[in-house]
């Protein structure tokens, strides 16, 4: 008598295992790309931070070497003034100068302050006492910050409207005794150091401030002059700390930003600035989709491994149970069908083995 047919469930072996690896891989793939997304945001976070202090540092470090080579020069000039004769220390100092564009006058003054030879006989005779550089050459050396030279800017003369700006350096001239007869001043036109700001900044691919000591802005590569109650980090730059962190510029786009409390090389003074570099957030735009589209192709080819795996374990392990049961199945309901056997797994064997012995009990 056939057996009663019977409604079983749609769910197999086979769709059971697929369904349970799907879920997973889903649950798995949805928590790989939420760390994969927090975690990118973090790499490049970091990544800019320590770009922008690395840079910083090599862009005060390049300024610095790049004075301290005119402070040696500075030194070698005290060191041969009292033993030239007048017109080749002339000589002498208008070959310093070279064309004129990065060092704007050099000259040598007697211990009261009166110019003894210059570059291109400029302010001979003139009484330059009260000049801060003066001074401080008198007092073992003398780095100054960004200035006007109302006097020096005539003689010069500018092709704009602007007023010309320097940066000095002095040094004492000592007799064979050790004493002080007198001081070298060296002007440096700010004109060039704004531009090697910029073709430093440009190179390393980011936004450079020259500040003073007090937070204000002495020089920059973008035009920008925010103030000390715009930023934090210009706050910070007046306490002579190193700083670095992420904050929104008066422009409003965010930048990570580093703060260099003093540029110094070697024995050149300190002109008392600090160096700020900046780099926007979105600098690393790219390079953060880039990973993470590495990052969800990497996820993608572990699901299509872990999927083909799946299908090649269905068909090696789940579908001789499932020919199993279609066998079982169909001797119950009278065929004489011989079972097909199977020894992949135990259970396979057993259900193959049991299958055959009643296919063989069955009376005749």
Excluded: C
């Excluded at 309901?333 to 057993?350: I, M």
Aim: hydrophobic content about 45%; cysteine-free.
């Amino acid at each position: 008598m056939p057996a009663q047919s019977r409604d079983y469930t749609r769910l197999t072996l086979t769709r059971s295992v697929y369904a349970f690896v799907l879920i997973t891989l889903a649950a798995i793939f949805v928590l790989l790309a939420a760390i994969l997304a927090d975690r990118s945001g973090r790499m490049i976070d970091e990544a800019l931070d320590r770009a922008v202090n690395v840079r910083t540092h090599a862009a005060a470090k390049i300024l610095a070497r790049s004075l301290e080579r005119d402070w040696r020069s500075l030194g070698f000039l005290a060191e041969q003034a009292t033993n030239l004769k007048q017109d080749t220390l002339r000589g002498v100092l208008d070959g310093m100068q070279g064309e004129g564009d990065r060092i704007s006058w050099i000259g040598y003054t007697d211990i009261n302050g009166r110019v003894i030879e210059a570059t291109d006989g400029m302010l001979i005779g003139q009484d330059v006492s009260a000049r801060p550089w003066f001074r401080g050459g008198l007092n073992g050396g003398f780095a100054g910050d960004m200035h006007e030279a109302l006097l020096l800017a005539k003689l010069l003369g500018s092709e704009t409207d602007e007023p010309l700006r320097f940066i000095d350096l002095s040094r004492p001239v000592l007799d064979v005794r050790g004493q002080v007869i007198g001081v070298v001043g060296m002007h440096i036109n700010a004109n060039w150091l704004e531009g090697s700001l910029r073709e430093t900044a440009r190179n390393l691919e980011l936004d450079l401030f020259l500040l003073s000591a007090d937070g204000s802005v002495v020089a920059t590569t973008t035009g920008e002059t925010p103030r000390t109650s715009d930023l934090e980090i210009l706050r910070v730059a007046q306490t002579g700390s190193e700083g670095a962190m992420r904050e929104t510029w008066p422009d409003g786009q965010d930048y990570f930003s580093t703060l260099v409390p003093q540029i110094s090389f070697k024995e050149l003074p300190s002109f008392g600035w600090r160096m700020l570099g900046r780099i926007e957030t979105k600098s690393f735009a790219s390079d953060a989709a880039l990973l993470r589209q590495g990052g969800l192709l990497s996820v993608l080819a572990i699901l299509a491994i872990l999927f083909g795996a799946t299908a090649i374990y269905v068909r090696i392990f789940a579908a001789p149970l499932a020919m199993l049961a279609g066998s079982a199945e169909r001797i119950a309901g009278g065929s004489d069908e011989y079972p097909p056997s199977s020894t992949v797994t135990r259970e396979a064997a057993q259900i193959s083995s049991a299958l055959a012995r009643l296919q063989q009990d069955r009376p005749i």
